[in-house]
């Protein structure tokens, strides 16, 4: 048995930044991407199609109060065709592909410099990634036949996450700097499945 397949695609990114005032500046880029198809070594089932996708986002950057805080903030849209998914079948894994899959989502990176020696760092992020048209049947539960999950959540994908760090420095003389942080994470609940 002999099966060749050949995969390729130009992919593209453009974007514009436009000076906002002295200290804010705002991007928008768009882009597309590209993952080739492939084999599945002990598998019967045919080549995995390629994955394409399509990305657009616009932020905004800035700093303020006299230098003592940085922002930025980022919108950011994602649209898949042939998304290719993992799914394990008895004790073996293989690849497969979902028709269409959207992400949308909002970004925010905030460090603010209270004193010298302090530094609070905020990280947060809000998501939306879902499948738009996809229909498979579950390996674990096959009695049920094929499912659509269109509307379902992408694996690993928590609607809400962020973190919030706070980080002290302070300097000892000749013996160098002492620095005591940490940082708190917290992620609403995600899906190992696509089945959820």
Request: hydrophobic letters at 35%; glycine letters at 12%.
């Amino acid at each position: 048995l002999n099966i060749r397949e050949n995969w390729d695609q130009v992919t593209y990114e453009v974007g514009a930044s436009f000076d906002l005032g002295e200290n804010l500046d705002a991007y928008i880029k768009h882009g597309t991407g590209f993952k080739s198809g492939g084999f599945q070594i002990g598998n019967v089932e045919p080549p995995v199609d390629p994955e394409t996708n399509a990305s657009t986002e616009i932020g905004l950057k800035g700093v303020f109060f006299d230098g003592t805080m940085s922002a930025n903030l980022a919108a950011f849209h994602m649209a898949y065709d042939d998304l290719q998914i993992q799914q394990v079948t008895g004790f073996t894994s293989g690849f497969k592909n979902a028709a269409k899959a959207t992400i949308n989502g909002l970004e925010a990176e905030v460090t603010w410099l209270p004193t010298d020696n302090l530094r609070i760092e905020f990280n947060g992020t809000l998501l939306d990634a879902t499948f738009d048209d996809f229909e498979s049947i579950d390996p674990a539960n096959p009695d049920l036949g094929v499912q659509d999950l269109s509307g379902n959540h992408l694996r690993k994908s928590p609607e809400s996450s962020f973190s919030l760090g706070g980080y002290y420095d302070h300097d000892v003389g000749r013996f160098g700097a002492f620095s005591l942080g940490g940082r708190y994470y917290w992620q609403d609940e995600v899906f190992f499945s696509e089945f959820n």
